[in-house]
């Protein structure tokens, strides 16, 4: 499973995201990420993990990815309708 490092703006400190699926929707790259390992075995002690929505904010011909989470209520009802396949077979549920 691909692995993205994460550095909040103004933090040092890093986050790890896990891959779920990786889209694009008007020539933007959208990921559908998650901070807990889908591929690790089921902890009775583990705490659910949650699952992200991140968009590509760096210019075309950029060599570097740069993103942002994607808080726009509209384009994250867009965004998710692409990823439901992905979204069903992990068994996550959307929250409105």
Do not use: H, N, R, W
């Amino acid at each position: 499973m691909d692995k993205i490092i994460f550095v909040p703006e103004g933090e040092e400190e890093e986050v790890s995201f896990y891959i779920l699926d990786q889209a694009q929707l008007a020539g933007v790259s959208y990921l559908l990420v998650t901070d807990t390992d889908p591929q690790a075995e089921e902890d009775a002690d583990a705490a659910e993990g949650v699952a992200y929505v991140m968009k590509d904010m760096a210019a075309s011909d950029a060599s570097d990815s740069v993103y942002e989470f994607v808080e726009d209520d509209a384009e994250l009802s867009a965004v998710c309708a692409l990823f439901k396949d992905t979204l069903d077979e992990m068994g996550i549920e959307l929250e409105e």
